[in-house]
């Protein structure tokens, strides 16, 4: 059983950075990708970005390519993503999923593990 543990969100102005961290619990064994997905009330869950866990594979979403960032620190059994360039529209909560398939999966249907997510707000 995999337990993820986000943490890093909160407010933050138009333009500014933040850097949420998902911690994994329950063994590296179980699972081969760790991503992120966000939620805003009423919306499906969007995919944000995601990793192998060698860390040699990232896939992300239209939306914040070339704005954040997604790595790992396998030592810790962390995975982290940077935010950069923030917009009022990536105010949402944030989820943390862990993932079994060897290929990385945008849809949410390919994620086993859910974290219970982490507010980010954007202020203008």
């Known amino acids: 059983q995999v337990q993820l543990v986000e943490s890093g969100g909160g407010l933050v102005q138009a333009g500014g950075s933040l850097r949420l961290s998902c911690l994994a619990n329950g063994g590296t064994a179980n699972f081969n990708a760790l991503g992120w997905f966000r939620q805003a009330p009423g919306k499906e869950r969007e995919f944000v970005a995601a990793?192998?866990?060698?860390?040699?594979?990232?896939k992300y979403g239209d939306s914040v390519k070339g704005r954040f960032a997604i790595s790992r620190d396998s030592a810790k059994n962390t995975v982290y993503l940077q935010m950069n360039s923030l917009k009022l529209e990536d105010t949402d909560v944030y989820y943390c999923a862990a993932s079994h398939y060897a290929s990385i999966p945008s849809g949410v249907n390919g994620y086993e593990y859910w974290g219970q997510g982490t507010q980010v707000t954007v202020s203008s």
């Open positions: 990793i192998d866990w060698s860390g040699e594979h990232t």
